[in-house]
T-cell receptor, first 114, second 116 residues
């Protein structure tokens, strides 16, 4: 158990809908990362927050947004969903942003868009 | 250009044998970290081992060791005495200091199958 929690574990929804994925980092971790894992794109970084502030953006679509709340939990919002958004979405947390800090991954949310 | 390259889509090994999973990386940042993660069929990502660019010694964690060859830009994972539970996908990843946010950049992964 990494200490990172993600809900829900599975999500099935239709095209055009909007969903929210939730992540609680390990206790004490200020940095939260979101990643998307799909068969064709592999594991891709989406966005990072550090202590409530957006720190970096990766390959995140404009239809996707995220935020980190004062209690450090984070939410990833996916809207106008398309079939291609079906993927495993991971949240990871780390104590800091130095290169030496490992990132601990949550169990992931498997999103299926039908 | 790919920053992390894992050239072995699949590897097969027998129990108790050692196996090496290849990883090469590309960066001009002098400060970076290299990581290996394991993803079993259940889907979770498990951190295995870390090597810093300035580390003089190869990292080891139990049965895992990292064969770090800086000049060749390679960071191969060596698993000694393979076990059936080692069957999984293995990802090599890198963090660069200069990159804002220091997110992980992943390779495409290698599927390891351990047979009895």
């Amino acid at each position: 158990d990494s200490g990172v929690t993600q809900t829900p574990k599975h999500l099935i929804t239709a095209t055009g809908q909007r969903v929210t994925l939730r992540c609680s980092p390990r206790s004490g971790d200020l940095s939260v990362y979101w990643y998307q894992q799909s068969l064709d794109q592999g594991l891709q970084f989406l966005i990072q927050y550090y202590n409530g502030e957006e720190r970096a953006k990766g390959n995140i679509l404009e239809r996707f947004s995220a935020q980190q709340f004062p209690d450090l939990h984070s939410e990833l919002n996916l809207s106008s969903l398309e079939l291609g958004d079906s993927a495993l979405y991971f949240c990871a947390s780390s104590t800091g942003v130095a290169v030496s800090y490992e990132q601990y991954f949550g169990p992931g949310t498997r999103l299926t868009v039908t | 250009a790919q920053k992390i390259t894992q050239t072995q889509p699949g590897m097969f090994v027998q129990e108790k044998e050692a196996v090496t999973l290849d990883c090469t990386y590309d960066t001009s940042d002098p400060s970076y970290g290299l990581f290996w993660y394991k993803q079993p069929s259940s889907g979770e990502m498990i951190f295995l081992i870390y090597q810093g660019s300035y580390d003089q010694q190869n990292a080891t964690e139990g049965r895992y060791s990292l064969n770090f060859q800086k000049a060749r830009k390679s960071a191969n994972l060596v698993i000694s005495a393979s076990q059936l539970g080692d069957s999984a996908m293995y990802f090599c990843a890198m963090r660069e200091r200069g990159q804002a946010g220091t997110a992980l950049i992943f390779g495409k992964g290698t599927t390891l199958s351990v047979s009895s």
